[in-house]
């Protein structure tokens, strides 16, 4: 089994790439592909903008890394309550190659903030949306304040609950 797994954040210090690779790492007996969506950085959608560059090879390949997983894993930044333009952007110019963008692909949603809500909103809005995209969810969990529960230096969830949580929503992928 091969899961594709990423931050939907253009940080270079994002939390939520700290926790989908350390989420990637509770899936065993699969072969994992880490990807940066810095990788994928093209110019803002618009439909002026494909008509002059057609679709971008970014795009194209973005796309295509997708198609070769058996499975995706995803953790959503939230920007104002709402995905990163960084990834809404992205997933903007990859729906024109097919607006099965997720390719009928299981899915395991993660998000994670700072703060008490834990990026909530923004994956509720992803889960919501995902089957229009193709996606299929297994899973999904928030989670809040993760200063407070991952440990930075150790890369490691320090919460023995959400530990489990994670461990089970993973998990998905094997079922």
Do not use: C
Request: no cysteine; net charge negative; aromatic share 10%.
């Amino acid at each position: 089994m091969k899961i594709v797994a990423f931050a939907a954040s253009s940080s270079r210090n994002s939390i939520n790439k700290q926790l989908v690779t350390y989420a990637a790492g509770l899936i065993s007996n699969a072969e994992i592909e880490i990807l940066d969506i810095n990788d994928y950085e093209m110019p803002l959608f618009s439909e002026d903008r494909e008509k002059e560059l057609g679709q971008p090879e970014a795009a194209k390949q973005f796309f295509q890394k997708i198609g070769t997983a058996d499975g995706l894993l995803i953790s959503f930044a939230e920007h104002n309550g709402s995905y990163t333009a960084a990834y809404k952007n992205l997933y903007d110019w990859t729906s024109r190659i097919d607006p099965k963008v997720y390719q009928g692909k299981p899915m395991v949603m993660l998000a994670t903030s700072p703060g008490p809500g834990g990026a909530g909103s923004v994956l509720n809005q992803a889960i919501q949306s995902a089957p229009f995209g193709g996606g299929e969810v297994k899973a999904a969990l928030s989670l809040p304040g993760f200063y407070e529960i991952f440990d930075t230096e150790a890369q490691q969830l320090v919460d023995a609950d959400l530990h489990r949580q994670l461990q089970n929503a993973v998990s998905a992928f094997s079922q």
